[in-house]
Nanobody
Framework: QVQLVESGGGSVQPGGSLRLSCKAS???????????MGWYREGAGSEREFIAE???????KYGDSVKDRFTITKDNSRKSIYLQMNGLKPEDTAVYFC?????????WGKGILVTVSS
């Protein structure tokens, strides 16, 4: 069974940085290589918001709210993706989810909480 497990969340002061990780299990490396991967978030009372994605071909897109502050990377050998978050703001507080898309099907992690507060 494919699983996505997020880690690296926590509490940070405004202006600080965090690095989220998402590791896939239950799939072989070549299948992960062929997957499109992304990050989304849900703030309190908000709908799930697109943050960043990296395609199997290496194409990268960012949501407008995080452009120039967040960086998504992918390590196929580790079957993992990462989200480097710099310049964090209180409005970045949310549960962050990892997503894998393959064959038109989306797989989600359970999410991890990031809190930005002074």
């Amino acid at each position: 069974q494919v699983q996505l497990v997020e880690s690296g969340g926590g509490s940070v002061q405004p202006g600080g940085s965090l690095r989220l990780s998402c590791k896939a299990s239950g799939i072989i490396t070549s299948t992960f290589w062929a997957s499109d991967m992304g990050w989304y978030r849900e703030g309190a009372g908000s709908e799930r918001e697109f943050i960043a994605e990296i395609s199997s071909g290496g194409g990268i897109k960012y949501g407008d709210s995080v452009k120039d502050r967040f960086t998504i990377t992918k390590d196929n050998s580790r079957k993992s993706i990462y989200l480097q978050m710099n310049g964090l703001k209180p409005e970045d507080t949310a549960v962050y989810f990892c997503k894998r898309r393959t064959g038109g099907t989306d797989y989600w992690g359970k999410g991890i909480l990031v809190t930005v507060s002074s």
